[in-house]
C-alpha cells in the first residue's frame, strides 16, 4: 500500500514536470502561408500601394502581386510626419493617410546588451512587415470623396506629447470637412476623435471605424500556455484567435457594446477601445498582401446620417505598448475598459496566478529584487499551508518509524499478498498512520508550481528582471553550465539543439541536491528495486528543471531547504531517526 502511494507522489510529480515540458517544447514547424478569395469586387483601396486594408463593411479578397520592402528609415523620410514624444513612447504620425505607423518603447530593450535596440512596435506600409493603426470613414454613397491613404492632411501643430494634442483636417472640396484629433497620456493610450462636419446642401450617411493591421506572421513561441494573436473581449467575453486558424476561417466577426480588441505578442500589445456605450461590429481578418499574410483587427459603428449644417463625432482609444499589469488594471478602472488585463495570458488558474503577480509584484517593489521576492513568497506560502504541511511531515514521520516493523511483516508475509496487506492495514490502523498523507505536500505544491511559472512565463515585470550573481533574467533558464565548468573554461555555454536538457546551470544542480536531501528525510521502499527508482528522481527532475525560468528553479529550491528545516524539527520532535539507514534498523 505504502509503496503504491509513495509512487502516486511521484507519478502526479511527473506528470506535471513533464506536462510543462511537452507545453514548452520546441515552436511547432512555420505556419503555410494559405490564400483568401472571394468573388466579390475589389473594395476602394483606403492603404498604401502594397499594402491594402481592408475596410470594415467591405469584402475580403486576395492580394498577391509581391513589392520589395523599403527600408524603414528611408519610409519615415518620405512624409510629412507629426513628432511623438511621451515618457514611454516616441515615434511619429504620418500626415500622409493620417496612420499611426512609427511607434518605438523607449522603457524597453530587445536584450540586456546595453547597446540593444529599443524594441520597435509600429512600422510603416511599403517596409519590412508593416504594423500600423488607421482610422476612417467608411460610406454606402460610392459618390462620396472620403479621406484615404493618399490624403494630405494639416496638422495644427509638430509635435503630439501628453496634454499636447494633435488635430488633422482635411476638406474634399464638396461640402464635407474631417478632422482627427490625436491625444496621448503618460503611457501607451492614445485618444482618437474622428469627426465630420457637413457644409453641403444634401444630408450624408456616414460610418467611422478603426483598424490594426499587421503584415507578415510574426516569430511566435508556439508555447501552448501562451497565447500569441488576435484577441479581444466583448460583451465581458475574452476571445482568443491564433495565426493558423484565422488563416484557415479568413473571417471571424463579433457583435458587441464596448469591449476591445487587437494583436497580442508576449509582452506587447496594440488593442483598439472603441466607445464602451456603443455597439460595434468587429472583425479579425485574414488576407493576402504582397504575396504575405495580413492579419487585421478592426470595429465598424453603425451608420449615421449628417444632416447640411451638422456635425458628427465618435470618440475611441488605441492602446499600443507594453502589457503592464498594473496599468492594464488601471485602465479597466479610469477608463472602463472591461477586463483588459486579460491582455496577459493568466490562463484557467486566473484566480490563483493574478494574486501571485500581486504577491511578487508587490515584494519586488518593496526589496527591489524579484529573486528576493520569490524567496519572500516561498515563505509566505510556507507559513499559509503550515498546519497542513505540518500533519503531512508528522504522518510521513510516523510512517517512517513504523518502517521496521513494516519490513518485519514484509518478510513473515511476503509470499501472501493479500495477507500481507491485511496486516499493513491493521498496523496503519492500530498506529493512526495515513500513508495518503505523505502526498499532500506534492499535490498542494503543484498548483503553486504552475500559477508562479505561468507568473514567471507571460508578465513583463519578470523581463529581464535580476537576481543575484550570474542570474540577470530570472525568466530565462540559467545561463551557467556544467559543460564549460560554469564559466571557468574559456568558451561560451553551447546550443546543444535537442539536447539542450543535459546544458546544466547551477540552480538546477542545487535543486537537484536539495530534492536528494528532502528524499532522505521520507520513508524508503523496502524493496531495493523501487528504492533504485526513487534514488533516480532528483536526477530526473534536475535535467527537467534546468528548462526552466530560472526564477522557477529557484523557488523550487528555497521550497525545498524549506522543507527539510520543517520537516527535519518534525520527526526529531517525534523521536524519529534522520538519515538513510535509521528507518532500516532496530526492529521491534
Known sequence: ?????????????????????????????????????????????????????????????????????????????????????????????????????????????????????????????????????????????KGLTLPGAETLWQADREELSPGQPVTLSWDNGAGLRFERVFEIDENYMFTQTQRVVNESGDPVDLATYGLISQTGTPPILGFYILHEGLLGVFDETLKEVDYSDLQEDGVETQSSTGGWLGITAKYWLTALVPDQTKAVETRFVHSISGGQDK????????????????????VSRLYAGAKEVLLLDSYEETLGVPRFDLAVDFGWFYFLTKPIFYALHWLGENTGNFGVAILLLTVAIKIIFFPL????????????KLQPRM??????????????????????????????????PIVVQIPVFFALYKVMFVTL??????????????SAQDPTSFIN???????????????????????????????????????????????????????????????????????????????????????????VPIGRGASTTGKT
Open 295 to 314: 492579419y487585421q483587427a478592426d470595429y465598424l459603428y453603425p451608420t449615421a446620417r449628417v444632416a447640411p449644417g451638422e456635425s458628427m463625432e465618435t
Open 389 to 400: 504541511a505540518n500533519k503531512s511531515y508528522r504522518a510521513m514521520a510516523k510512517m517512517r
Open 461 to 474: 515585470e519578470m523581463r529581464q528582471a535580476p537576481f543575484f550573481g550570474w542570474i540577470e533574467d530570472l
Open 1 to 141: 500500500m505504502d509503496q503504491r502511494n509513495l509512487f502516486l507522489a511521484i507519478a502526479l510529480s511527473l506528470a506535471i514536470l513533464l506536462g510543462f515540458q511537452y507545453f514548452i517544447a520546441p515552436p511547432p514547424e512555420p505556419i503555410p502561408a494559405t490564400q483568401t478569395t472571394s468573388e466579390t469586387p475589389t473594395p476602394t483601396p483606403s492603404g498604401e500601394a502594397g499594402d491594402v486594408p481592408v475596410v470594415p463593411g467591405a469584402p475580403v479578397t486576395a492580394d498577391t502581386a509581391a513589392t520589395a520592402a523599403a527600408n524603414r528609415d528611408d519610409l519615415l523620410g518620405q512624409a510629412p510626419r507629426v513628432r511623438i514624444s511621451s515618457p514611454t513612447l516616441s515615434g511619429s504620425l504620418s500626415l500622409v493617410g493620417g496612420r499611426l505607423d512609427d511607434l518605438t518603447l523607449t522603457k524597453y530593450k530587445e536584450t540586456l546588451d546595453p547597446d540593444s535596440p529599443r524594441i520597435i512596435l509600429l512600422s510603416p506600409a511599403g517596409g519590412k512587415d508593416p504594423y500600423y493603426a488607421d482610422f476612417g470613414w467608411t460610406s454606402g454613397d
Open 485 to 575: 565548468l560554469f564559466g571557468l573554461l574559456p568558451f561560451a555555454v553551447p546550443h546543444l539543439g535537442p539536447f539542450e536538457i543535459i546544458n546544466l546551470g547551477v540552480w538546477p544542480i542545487l535543486m537537484g541536491l536539495s530534492m536528494f536531501l528532502q528524499q532522505q528525510l521520507n520513508p524508503q521502499p523496502p524493496d531495493p528495486i523501487q528504492a533504485k527508482i526513487f534514488l533516480f528522481m532528483p536526477i530526473i527532475f534536475t535535467f527537467l528543471l534546468a528548462q526552466f525560468p530560472a526564477g522557477l528553479v529557484i523557488y523550487w529550491t528555497w521550497n525545498n531547504v524549506l522543507s527539510i528545516l520543517q520537516q527535519a524539527v518534525i520527526m526529531k520532535r517525534a523521536g
Open 407 to 440: 519490513l518485519e511483516l514484509r518478510e513473515r508475509f511476503g509470499d501472501d499478498k493479500q495477507r500481507l496487506n491485511q496486516e499493513m492495514m491493521q498496523l496503519y490502523k492500530q498506529e493512526g498512520a495515513n500513508p495518503l498523507s505523505g502526498c499532500l
